[in-house]
C-alpha cells in the first residue's frame, strides 16, 4: 500500500517540481530585438555568436531528480514489508510538460568568454515576396538591451542579408504562472513554457497587428498590455513582480547582474543555455576548456540572511526534520497521535513524500522578504497598543538591513575572519 501510495504521488505531480501560484504578469523592464533574413542567413549569423546550437532543436530542462529517489525509496521500503502494488489499480500518468522548439534560451559572449547577456531567443517563420524569411525575437533584459544591440551591429558585415531592429515598442513581453499548459495561444501570440525551467513561467509575446485595431490606447505597446490583461482578468490573478522572487530563489542571475563572468559561473549549463557540442561560436575557447577541466571555483547560489531571532516557518521546520529523520520516522515524530494506551495512532497520511525541498509561494516568500526589511511595524506606533513586540522587530531587521548594506559593497570578497582568508 505504501508502494501504491508513493507511485500515485510520483505520478501526479509533475517530473520537474511543483509550480508557483497561478497568476499573470507584464514585463516593462526588457526590450524585444529582431534579426531576420532570408532562408537560413539569420541562424547562421546568430549561430557565430550565442552559446546555443540554433541547428539542433532545444532540449528539455534537468527533471528533478529527488522525486525519483522518493518513489524508489517507497518501492524499496514497500517490497522489503512484503507489500506489493495491486494490479487491479491502473497508475497515474505524470502530468506532461509540452516545450516548443521555437523557444530556447541563450547567452552571448564577448571575445573574452565573458557574458554580455542572457536572452530569451524565439523563431517565426514568415513567407515574404519571394521566398521565405525567418525571424528571431530577442527577449533581453532592459539593463543589457543596448548593449546587445551594439553587439550585433558590431558583427553585421556589410554584405550580411539580415536586418537588425528594436521592436520593443512594437511587441510586448509577459508570463503566466501556475500553468504547464502552452497549447493553443490566442490569435496574436507566441507562447512556450519557460526553456530553463517550467517553475518559472509560461512565457509570451502579443505580436499580432489584430489586437491593435481591437484595444484603445495612446500607444502600440499599451494597447497590447491592455489586451494581454482584459484576456487574462478572466482566469488568472495579476502577480506582478512574481518572476523577481522567482528567479531569484531559484539563483538565477540576469542581465548586468552576470556581465563580464563566465558562462558556467552563472548556472548557464544548468539553465539549457549552452552547446557543448556545436561548432565555433564568439567566446568559445573559455566556455569549452572550464566544461572540459571540470573546474568552476565560483556558482551563483540563492542565499537568504535571516536574523537569529526570526522564528523559521513551520512548514520548513516539519520538511527539515522529515528529511534528517527519514520519511517513516520523521512522519512519526510529526504526524503521530497517541491515544489513552499510549499506543501511536497514525493519521492518514500513508505514503506521504515531502518535497525534496521546502517550496512557498510567491507572496509568501515576498512576506518573508518584507519581514526581513523592516517592514512588519503596526501603522498606530503608540506603546500603549500593545505593538511594542512589533517596534523591536522593525528596529533590528533596520539594523541588519543596514549591516548588509554596509559589508555587501561591489567587488568585496568574502573574508573569514578566522584566517583571514
Given at each position: 500500500?505504501?508502494?501504491?501510495?508513493?507511485?500515485?504521488?510520483?505520478?501526479?505531480?509533475?517530473?520537474?517540481?511543483?509550480?508557483?501560484?497561478?497568476?499573470?504578469?507584464?514585463?516593462?523592464?526588457?526590450?524585444?530585438?529582431?534579426?531576420?533574413?532570408?532562408?537560413?542567413?539569420?541562424?547562421?549569423?546568430?549561430?557565430?555568436?550565442?552559446?546555443?546550437?540554433?541547428?539542433?532543436?532545444?532540449s528539455?530542462?534537468?527533471e528533478?531528480?529527488?522525486?525519483?529517489?522518493?518513489?524508489?525509496?517507497?518501492?524499496?521500503?514497500?517490497?522489503?514489508?512484503?507489500?506489493?502494488?495491486?494490479?487491479?489499480?491502473?497508475?497515474?500518468?505524470?502530468?506532461?510538460?509540452?516545450?516548443?522548439?521555437?523557444?530556447?534560451?541563450?547567452?552571448?559572449?564577448?571575445?573574452?568568454?565573458?557574458?554580455?547577456?542572457?536572452?530569451?531567443?524565439?523563431?517565426?517563420?514568415?513567407?515574404?515576396?519571394?521566398?521565405?524569411?525567418?525571424?528571431?525575437?530577442?527577449?533581453?533584459?532592459?539593463?543589457?538591451?543596448?548593449?546587445?544591440?551594439?553587439?550585433?551591429?558590431?558583427?553585421?558585415?556589410?554584405?550580411?542579408?539580415?536586418?537588425?531592429?528594436?521592436?520593443?515598442?512594437e511587441?510586448?513581453?509577459?508570463?503566466?504562472?501556475?500553468?504547464?499548459?502552452?497549447?493553443?495561444?490566442?490569435?496574436?501570440?507566441?507562447?512556450?513554457?519557460?526553456?530553463?525551467?517550467?517553475?518559472?513561467?509560461?512565457?509570451?509575446?502579443?505580436?499580432?497587428?489584430?489586437?491593435?485595431?481591437?484595444?484603445?490606447?495612446e500607444?502600440?505597446?499599451?494597447?497590447?498590455?491592455?489586451?494581454?490583461?482584459?484576456?487574462?482578468?478572466?482566469?488568472?490573478?495579476?502577480?506582478?513582480?512574481?518572476?523577481?522572487?522567482?528567479?531569484?530563489?531559484?539563483?538565477?542571475?540576469e542581465?548586468?547582474?552576470?556581465?563580464?563572468?563566465?558562462?558556467?559561473?552563472?548556472?548557464?549549463?544548468?539553465?539549457?543555455?549552452?552547446?557543448f557540442?556545436?561548432?565555433?561560436?564568439?567566446?568559445?575557447?573559455?566556455?569549452?576548456?572550464?566544461?572540459f577541466?571540470?573546474?568552476?571555483?565560483?556558482?551563483?547560489?540563492?542565499?537568504?540572511?535571516?536574523?537569529?531571532?526570526?522564528?523559521?516557518?513551520?512548514?520548513?521546520?516539519?520538511?527539515?526534520?522529515?528529511?534528517?529523520?527519514?520519511?517513516?520516522?520523521?512522519?512519526?515524530?510529526?504526524?503521530?497521535?497517541?491515544?489513552?494506551?499510549?499506543?501511536?495512532?497514525?493519521?492518514?497520511?500513508?505514503?506521504?513524500?515531502?518535497?525534496?525541498?521546502?517550496?512557498?509561494?510567491?507572496?509568501?516568500?515576498?512576506?518573508?522578504v518584507?519581514?526581513?526589511?523592516?517592514?512588519?511595524?503596526?501603522?498606530?506606533?503608540?506603546?500603549?497598543?500593545?505593538?511594542?513586540?512589533l517596534?523591536?522587530?522593525?528596529?533590528?531587521?533596520?539594523?541588519?538591513?543596514?549591516?548588509?548594506?554596509?559589508?555587501?559593497?561591489?567587488?568585496?570578497?568574502?573574508?573569514?575572519?578566522?584566517?583571514?582568508?
Amino acid at each position: 500500500m505504501a508502494y501504491r501510495a508513493a507511485s500515485v504521488l510520483a505520478a501526479g505531480a509533475s517530473k520537474y517540481g511543483a509550480l508557483w501560484g497561478r497568476g499573470y504578469e507584464t514585463f516593462k523592464n526588457r526590450r524585444i530585438l529582431s534579426v531576420s533574413g532570408v532562408g537560413d542567413h539569420a541562424t547562421t549569423y546568430l549561430q557565430g555568436l550565442v552559446t546555443a546550437d540554433l541547428n539542433s532543436e532545444p532540449s528539455a530542462p534537468r527533471e528533478e531528480v529527488m522525486d525519483s529517489v522518493h518513489a524508489l525509496n517507497a518501492k524499496t521500503s514497500g517490497m522489503e514489508s512484503g507489500a506489493a502494488a495491486p494490479d487491479d489499480e491502473p497508475e497515474e500518468e505524470e502530468v506532461p510538460v509540452q516545450f516548443t522548439k521555437k523557444l530556447r534560451s541563450a547567452t552571448f559572449l564577448d571575445h573574452r568568454g565573458r557574458i554580455l547577456t542572457d536572452v530569451l531567443l524565439w523563431k517565426r517563420n514568415s513567407e515574404g515576396a519571394d521566398s521565405a524569411t525567418t525571424e528571431y525575437l530577442i527577449d533581453v533584459p532592459g539593463d543589457t538591451g543596448d548593449l546587445l544591440l551594439a553587439h550585433l551591429k558590431q558583427h553585421k558585415l556589410r554584405r550580411s542579408k539580415i536586418k537588425l531592429a528594436d521592436k520593443t515598442e512594437e511587441i510586448t513581453s509577459h508570463a503566466v504562472y501556475g500553468t504547464l499548459n502552452a497549447e493553443g495561444a490566442p490569435p496574436g501570440y507566441i507562447a512556450g513554457m519557460d526553456p530553463r525551467h517550467p517553475s518559472l513561467g509560461m512565457r509570451i509575446l502579443s505580436v499580432g497587428q489584430d489586437i491593435l485595431n481591437t484595444t484603445e490606447g495612446e500607444s502600440e505597446r499599451a494597447k497590447r498590455q491592455q489586451h494581454f490583461e482584459t484576456l487574462m482578468n478572466n482566469f488568472f490573478p495579476s502577480a506582478p513582480g512574481t518572476y523577481s522572487v522567482l528567479r531569484k530563489l531559484a539563483g538565477i542571475a540576469e542581465g548586468t547582474e552576470i556581465a563580464s563572468k563566465t558562462a558556467l559561473e552563472c548556472n548557464q549549463d544548468f539553465l539549457n543555455a549552452i552547446s557543448f557540442s556545436k561548432g565555433c561560436y564568439l567566446g568559445q575557447e573559455l566556455t569549452a576548456r572550464s566544461q572540459f577541466t571540470g573546474v568552476v571555483r565560483k556558482r551563483i547560489v540563492p542565499v537568504m540572511i535571516i536574523d537569529t531571532e526570526m522564528e523559521v516557518p513551520k512548514p520548513w521546520v516539519m520538511a527539515s526534520m522529515i528529511q534528517e529523520l527519514g520519511t517513516e520516522e520523521g512522519m512519526d515524530k510529526i504526524f503521530g497521535l497517541s491515544d489513552e494506551d499510549g499506543e501511536k495512532k497514525k493519521l492518514a497520511l500513508t505514503g506521504y513524500i515531502p518535497p525534496p525541498l521546502p517550496k512557498i509561494s510567491a507572496p509568501g516568500a515576498g512576506s518573508i522578504v518584507s519581514m526581513m526589511m523592516g517592514s512588519v511595524a503596526a501603522p498606530d506606533q503608540n506603546p500603549q497598543d500593545g505593538s511594542e513586540e512589533l517596534n523591536k522587530l522593525r528596529v533590528q531587521g533596520e539594523k541588519l538591513q543596514t549591516e548588509i548594506a554596509e559589508l555587501a559593497q561591489p567587488g568585496t570578497s568574502i573574508i573569514d575572519k578566522k584566517d583571514s582568508r
